[in-house]
């Protein structure tokens, strides 16, 4: 190895430990290493790391949030080892061949919140312990943070509810805990969730999704969809966008702003983030418009949003509190929905 790619190295494993700069040694580290790879000349090791002057931007405040490396996480904290674990590899744990239990449909938790939920705009963890409990419009009930994990259990992976009171949900609460623990009550780190993209002026359109679809994504989650499981079985190397064994009609992601958010900033998978989208914003809604038109698992969503006037504008299912059908609330155009609720709330 020469010594500009053993730099390369040792600068791409420091970036990624401590990327956050968790004490005031490792940013100063940081820095040092940053410093001696800009004199060798060479670009950093891994994306966002590439010249002192760059790297400065990493740290400042409207930078988005990262989450700690998992490596960071004590040895004898094991709940919370244990609840990353979970994240990442839960079809191993909870999916069809589980070795707890068989509650769920083979997808990993990491499938939609990306490297345990840590990357920005890759539908990351940061806000939930600092915003639950919170009342929620869906449920139109308050709800903790083991309510909003079943939800995703029942719906994300067409599953069933964990006990609350097992081992796997204290896990998973505790890796919640260990990564948002430090974020200020009440806050939501930029970055957190999903990215919001402008309305397009038309509907979404599921033709031209297809086409996509088929340059962009069908070469790891199938021309069929259906994702291809690893080796062993026992979870998706690239995980099912529809179909029996994908997310159900009752999932965030069922929805397209939230659909063509995600993939905006996330896929194709490895090649995009969101310093570096692979897909116009078009093709993010008209691949979101042609997978959610595939059949998928239904659930049974009439004790959702009790109060209809609070259902999102892209809520696919009626009835409304407005005039404009379900295909629109489905497909878009959204411009027109959002300013009629904007002049029923100014009434
Ligand atoms: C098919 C994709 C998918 C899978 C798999 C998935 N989720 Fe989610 N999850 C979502 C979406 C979409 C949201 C809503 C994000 C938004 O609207 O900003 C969400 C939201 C959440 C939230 C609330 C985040 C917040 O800031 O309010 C938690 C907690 C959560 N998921 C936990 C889990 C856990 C635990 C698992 C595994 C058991 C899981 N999710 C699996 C898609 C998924
Ligand atoms: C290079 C392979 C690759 C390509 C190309 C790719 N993806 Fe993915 N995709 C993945 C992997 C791998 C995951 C799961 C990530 C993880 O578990 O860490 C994923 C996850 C997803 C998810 C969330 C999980 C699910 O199954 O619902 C969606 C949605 C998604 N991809 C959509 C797309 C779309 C749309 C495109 C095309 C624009 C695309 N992907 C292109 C590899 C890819």
């Given at each position: 190895m020469t010594t500009l790619a053993f730099m390369k190295n040792s600068l791409g494993f420091l970036h990624r430990v401590f990327r956050q700069g968790r004490s005031q040694w490792s940013l100063a580290l940081v820095g040092f290493v940053l410093a001696a790879a800009s004199c060798g000349g060479g670009e950093g090791?891994?994306?966002?790391?590439?010249t002192a002057a760059v790297s400065d931007s990493i740290y400042v405040e409207e930078s988005p949030w990262r989450g700690w490396n998992k490596y960071q996480i004590k040895l004898e904290d094991t709940l919370a080892r244990y609840g990353r674990e979970l994240i990442e590899h839960t079809s191993r744990y909870l999916g069809p061949k589980g070795t707890v239990a068989a509650i769920s449909n083979g997808m990993n938790c990491q499938n939609c919140h990306l490297d345990g939920g840590t990357i920005p705009w890759g539908n990351n963890y940061s806000a939930v312990v600092s915003t639950y409990p919170k009342f929620r419009d869906r449920s139109g009930s308050v709800e903790t943070i083991p309510k909003r994990v079943n939800d995703c259990f029942e719906r994300s992976l067409n599953g069933k509810a964990l006990d609350t009171a097992s081992r796997e949900m204290k896990a998973i609460l505790a890796y919640m805990h260990w990564l948002g623990d430090d974020i200020p009550k009440g806050k939501k780190p930029k970055g957190s969730g999903i990215m919001e993209l402008p309305f397009m002026d038309r509907a979404a359109d599921p033709a031209a999704g297809k086409a996509v679809y088929m340059a962009k994504?069908?070469?790891?989650?199938g021309p069929d969809g259906q994702g291809q499981k690893s080796a062993d079985g026992y979870e998706y190397t690239y995980p099912p966008l529809w179909g029996e064994h994908s997310y159900n009609s009752g999932a965030g992601l069922f929805r397209i702003t939230r659909f063509a958010g995600y993939v905006k900033a996330s896929m194709p998978f490895g090649l995009a983030d969101h310093k570096n989208p692979q897909l116009s914003d078009a093709e993010a809604w008209d691949v979101a418009a042609f997978v959610n038109s595939q059949p998928r698992p239904k659930k049974d969503?009439?004790?959702?949003?009790?109060?209809?006037?609070?259902?999102?504008?892209?809520?696919?299912?009626?009835?409304?509190?407005?005039?404009?059908?379900e295909n629109q609330h489905k497909y878009g155009p959204f411009g027109p929905i959002e300013k009629a609720r904007k002049e029923k709330s100014r009434k």
């Open positions: 090791g891994d994306g966002g790391a590439k994504c069908q070469v790891c989650h969503l009439s004790g959702d949003w009790p109060d209809i006037s609070k259902k999102p504008l892209d809520h696919p299912f009626g009835p409304y509190a407005d005039g404009f059908t």
